[in-house]
T-cell receptor, first 113, second 111 residues
């Protein structure tokens, strides 16, 4: 069974631009969660989607948004990029809304110049 | 407030020795899960072990065991017989309505 895939793996953007990251969960998984990892703030929960509905949201500004499609694939969008948005963005999927079966993708490394 | 604390920024261990990575947590929830993840330099988070708050026995997965002391709110990871490939960042995490992570411990295994 294929694992969680994230595209692109690396991305360079400039301040003010917007970016869309994609996550394809493991087949059959209905929950997708997103995390931001930075050296300063560590790993922080962004949001979780289950069956196309956002179930939980972390403490991030409205510039960060996401959605989930009927095939469980998820996208995360960041508008008006700031230098501090440079991070590794990790996506994780699980078959249910339980975190104890969560598998992570390889991440997308975003650099904002 | 919910919080995970990992007080060891870095640890060194010799190959084939055992090592304990510390983790304490704080939550007012009665039902929660505790996890350990390994993150190699490639960046991918690898699930190691899970302990539910109502589980009475400590979780074990191969060379990994979780020393769960509920009254002390600690969930230490024990790696037995360390291998060079165990060198990585290790994160403790707690799940209630969301998954929150500690700051991590960098483990380095030397020959």
């Amino acid at each position: 069974k294929a694992g969680v895939t994230q595209t692109p793996r690396y991305l360079i953007k400039t301040r003010g631009q917007q970016v869309t990251l994609s996550c394809s969960p493991i087949s059959g998984h209905r929950s997708v969660s997103w995390y931001q990892q930075t050296p300063g703030q560590g790993l922080q929960f962004l949001f979780e989607y289950f069956s196309e509905t956002q179930r939980n949201k972390g403490n991030f500004p409205g510039r960060f948004s996401g959605r989930q499609f009927s095939n469980s694939r998820s996208e995360m969008n960041v508008s008006t990029l700031e230098l501090g948005d440079s991070a590794l963005y990790l996506c994780a999927s699980s078959p249910t809304s339980s975190y104890n079966e969560q598998f992570f993708g390889p991440g997308t490394r975003l650099t904002v110049l | 407030a919910q919080k995970i604390t990992q007080t060891q920024p870095g640890m060194f261990v010799q190959e084939k020795e055992a090592v304990t990575l510390d983790c304490t947590y704080d939550t007012s929830d009665q039902s929660y899960g505790l996890f350990w993840y390994k993150q190699p330099s490639s960046g991918e988070m690898i699930f190691l072990i899970y302990q539910g708050s109502y589980d009475e026995q400590n979780a074990t997965e191969g060379r990994y065991s979780l020393n769960f002391q509920k009254a002390r709110k600690s969930a230490n990871l024990v790696i037995s017989a360390s291998q060079l490939g165990d060198s990585a960042m290790y994160f403790c995490a707690m799940a209630t309505d969301k998954l929150i992570f500690g700051t991590g411990t960098r483990l380095q295994v030397f020959p």
